[in-house]
């Protein structure tokens, strides 16, 4: 399912991993199209920086997915969900109140198409949800520290630059042009190049099963979050 939450275009299309992905159950620890009967629990809020949660929300992943890439225009850091329930009479957002996620979260910011992400997940017949994030398709130009590229820079370099350090996809930069090559912010001198606007989205996976972080005993289990994210 995509959700492009653009200003000038929105569409919604499921992502069936081909015309007979039965077969298939998981592909490592993700699931596949049709999407099996399983309850997942997260947080929704209505701002990113809340210090207050409501209560988790528990439902058909299927249910989830749709809920999160169904367009609702807001303002940045509005509405928004956690990867996983917090469980603390108090509400508070520490990973110490998180004890599982059930869900799995990729943010892309240039450094993938949305296209060619689409096309990969069927590859993969991988049931996911896409949706853009605030900013997307709203950065065209990039500051590029000068004391970064060499001392006579190209828009060649600069490519290299955003391709190597900012991890931008080769098409969207690849014909860059320099604007401003002595800009000075704060003290520090930039050199301002314009390229193609950036694609900003989010793919949700459901997971195989539940990701614990903790031990039986309801404590934090030492090496869980490290264990997290090297993994994903």
């Known amino acids: 399912m995509i959700n492009n939450h653009s200003t000038t275009d929105t569409e919604s299309q499921a992502i069936s991993g081909g015309e007979d992905p039965q077969p298939f159950e998981f592909v490592g620890d993700f699931t596949v199209y049709p999407i099996p009967d399983k309850t997942v629990s997260v947080n929704w809020g209505t701002a990113e920086h809340m210090k207050v949660w409501p209560a988790p929300i528990e439902g058909p992943a299927f249910n989830l997915v749709k809920a999160i890439i169904t367009h609702k225009q807001g303002q940045k850091s509005g509405a928004c969900y956690l990867q996983g329930p917090i469980q603390s009479k108090k509400g508070e957002r520490h990973a110490e109140n998180m004890p599982f996620c059930d869900i799995m979260v990729f943010d892309f910011d240039g450094s993938r198409l949305i296209d060619e992400m689409v096309a990969r997940l069927k590859e993969l017949h991988l049931f996911a949800g896409i949706s853009t994030t605030h900013s997307h398709l709203k950065t065209s130009s990039t500051n590029i520290r000068q004391d970064k590229l060499p001392d006579s820079f190209t828009e060649e370099d600069c490519v290299k630059y955003l391709t190597d350090v900012n991890h931008y996809h080769i098409s969207l930069v690849e014909h860059c042009t320099i604007r401003d090559r002595h800009f000075i912010e704060d003290g520090k001198v930039y ?21 614990s972080f903790r031990n039986p005993d309801t404590t934090i289990k030492e090496g869980k979050l490290q264990e997290w994210k090297g993994v994903y």
């Open 191 to 211: 050199v301002i190049v314009d390229h193609q606007p950036i694609p900003k989205f989010r793919v949700v996976l459901i997971l195989k099963d539940t990701f």
